[in-house]
């Protein structure tokens, strides 16, 4: 099955609301999803299977700097590469745009995403302390070089 990846906007934070509890105790709220995309701060790239979206990526693009903010994908999609998917594609729209680095915070515990970022070339860069409200684990940061 061959998965589209598409910027998602404002008429989709519903499906990006259902997709949030799914796969985070501590989820963003409707009105930080509306506000993030109605002012640009950040993009949404989504894959949808059978009009159901299973996946997204949050970043932002701030002068040369990505961030990634989220990145969710449907409990029942897992380890299927739609995470990889949507990474490449943010990589692809970064350096279409000149990015120079990127950055990225995770829980220690973790390990898909670990996996994931990995694979990608990020490297650790440090540790936020408790950083997580719902587990109090620790944060990993990342940082990936474009150039």
């Known amino acids: 099955m061959k ?3 598409a910027r998602l906007g404002a008429e989709d934070v519903r499906d990006l609301m ?3 509890k799914l796969c985070f105790s501590y989820h963003w709220t409707q009105e930080q999803f509306l506000l993030g995309l109605e002012r640009n701060a950040y993009r949404v790239l989504g894959i949808r299977r059978a009009g159901v979206l299973v996946a997204y990526l ?3 693009i701030i002068k040369d700097e990505m961030e990634v903010l989220n990145l969710a994908v449907h409990p029942d999609f897992r380890r299927r590469g739609l995470g990889e998917k949507l990474l490449r594609e943010c990589f692809r729209v970064c350096i279409e745009e000149n990015v120079g680095k990127s950055f990225l915070d995770v829980k220690i515990s ?3 995403a670990l996996g994931l970022y990995r694979k990608f070339g ?4 440090g540790i936020r302390k408790k950083y997580y409200p719902d587990t109090r684990e620790d944060a990993l940061l990342f940082r990936y070089d474009f150039v």
């Open 58 to 60: 949050a970043f932002s």
């Open 18 to 20: 259902v997709l949030e």
């Open 110 to 112: 973790n390990e898909p």
């Open 122 to 125: 990020y490297k650790q860069i």
């Open 3 to 5: 998965d589209e990846v």
